[in-house]
Structure formats: C-alpha cells, structure tokens
C-alpha cells in the first residue's frame, strides 16, 4: 500500500438519500486505529474524522448527516487480511478488549442502521467506536 493511498476516501462513503425534502446520510468507514498514536492508517483515519466534522457542519442545513464508524476487530477478511487469524498480536490485543472479541461483522448493523434512519437524524459529527470498549477515551 503506497503513500497517498492512505489519503483516499477508500471508496466506503455511503450516500443515502431521502428525496426532496428528505434527509441524507454519510457513513464513512473508519477503524478503531484513528485512536492509536502510530501510523499512516491512524493519522488518515484520523484525517478522516476531521473531514466527517467539517462535511457535518457545511452539509447540516442541507439534511444530511455525516458520521463515521470506528470497528475494533472484526472477524472478516479485510481484518485477517491485516492480522491474520493466528497472529500473537491479534491475541493480545483481543485480550485487552473489556467487551466480547473478537466481533463478527453483523455487530455493526445496529450503528449502521441508526445512522442511516431517521431515529439517528440528530446524530452530526460523531466518531462512532464499536470496539467492545477496546478504545475508550474522554
């Protein structure tokens, strides 16, 4: 993975319309690495996150929401693909989750859908974790 693809939007945004007059969502997909203090992948995520406030605030008056979502570890291929199953870090760092770990992908439906339904319209701005507690900040 080179340099500048760190900077992409790596084509997870989401657009989800409601019509005319109706309410639109952006759920970027981040990682619960925006919160750990090494890395391309931290620093871009984190990057992210500050485009998500700044998008919610220019696009707010519009009907449009903006968030992103933090997954911790989920068992999936992209996150073997970056730990892989057997790897001694992956252990240790399910052993310093507080929640259940490692989380299958359905554990991020709930936020999903809340932010893309109009239960979740007063939600702007946020850096969602869903993380089992791994990342905990103020």
């Known amino acids: 993975m080179g340099f500048a693809d760190h900077f992409t939007l790596n084509d997870k945004v989401e657009i989800v ?27 871009s995520k984190s990057a992210l996150h500050g485009a998500a406030i700044a998008l919610a605030r220019s696009l707010g008056p519009c009907n449009v929401t903006v ?18 199953a057997d790897s001694p870090v992956r252990a240790h760092l399910a052993s310093q989750v507080p929640g259940r770990a490692p989380a299958p992908p359905e554990s991020l439906l709930g936020i999903l859908l809340l932010l893309t339904f109009e239960a979740g319209w007063w939600v702007n701005g946020q850096h969602v974790g869903v993380d089992g507690g791994w990342i905990v900040r103020l």
Request: net charge negative; hydrophobic share 40%; charged share 10%.
């Open 17 to 43: 319309t409601g019509g005319a007059g109706g309410i639109g969502w952006i759920v970027n997909d981040s990682s619960a690495g925006a919160f750990l203090p090494y890395g391309m992948d931290g620093i």
């Open 67 to 84: 968030n992103t979502v933090a997954p911790g570890m989920v068992e999936n291929a992209p996150g073997f693909e970056a730990m892989p």
